[in-house]
């Protein structure tokens, strides 16, 4: 007489089914964190350091507007750093904020100077553009081969800084601005990196 065997298939199937389970579930929580969060608050390993030496030459036919150049960034004033490209459309989508700080008149008399840094772009295409856009910024620095946005830990533009009066990068918004960023986030920051200057 045949002794009955003991049914191990559930526990086999089961097990056979654990990888597909454990990717599931690690593929539901990236979805949602890829949904959760402020995107334009990316974490920055330079938070706090100070921003990245480099000196870049200003924009052919603009020579009213100097370059850039780390120096620049520690004058003692709140700087606001910029990266665009003439070709990138949320680019050209915050430029309209970009302009309204330029010529916001709290921010002049707290000393706040706007600069540029033209990212991967063609000379005469970005000169073009803030020819007809309007020209928010008070230097720009070509930076042909994004090489000092790699410095500075750029995702892709747009991308745009604060930085204390001593060179220290404050704070890091990623995306184009709106008017809600500008005033619940921008500002805000802004405000902070004005406590934190360190006269040169």
Not at 18 to 40: C, H, Q
Not at 97 to 103: D, Q, T, V, W
């Amino acid at each position: 007489m045949t002794e009955p065997r003991s049914d191990r298939s559930a526990p086999n199937t089961l097990l056979r089914y654990l990888p597909l389970f454990i990717f599931v579930l690690l593929a539901a929580l990236f979805f949602v964190r890829l949904f959760t969060g402020d995107a334009s608050r990316i974490p920055s390993a330079l938070i706090g350091k100070s921003a990245p030496e480099f000196s870049l030459p200003q924009l052919t036919g603009l020579e009213e507007i100097p370059g850039l150049k780390t120096q620049d960034l520690r004058m003692g004033h709140v700087s606001v750093v910029n990266i665009f490209a003439s070709w990138c459309a949320p680019c050209r989508q915050e430029h309209p904020i970009l302009m309204s700080i330029a010529e916001d008149e709290a921010l002049k008399t707290l000393g706040i100077e706007i600069y540029g840094l033209s990212y991967k772009d063609e000379t005469e295409n970005a000169r073009k553009f803030l020819q007809q856009e309007g020209n928010p910024f008070r230097r720009i620095g070509v930076d042909s081969a994004g090489r000092v946005a790699i410095d500075f830990g750029v995702y892709g533009v747009p991308e745009t800084f604060v930085i204390t009066g001593d060179g220290k990068i404050s704070f890091k918004f990623v995306g184009p601005l709106t008017s809600s960023a500008l005033a619940t986030v921008l500002v805000p920051e802004i405000h902070k990196a004005l406590g934190k200057i360190t006269p040169p």
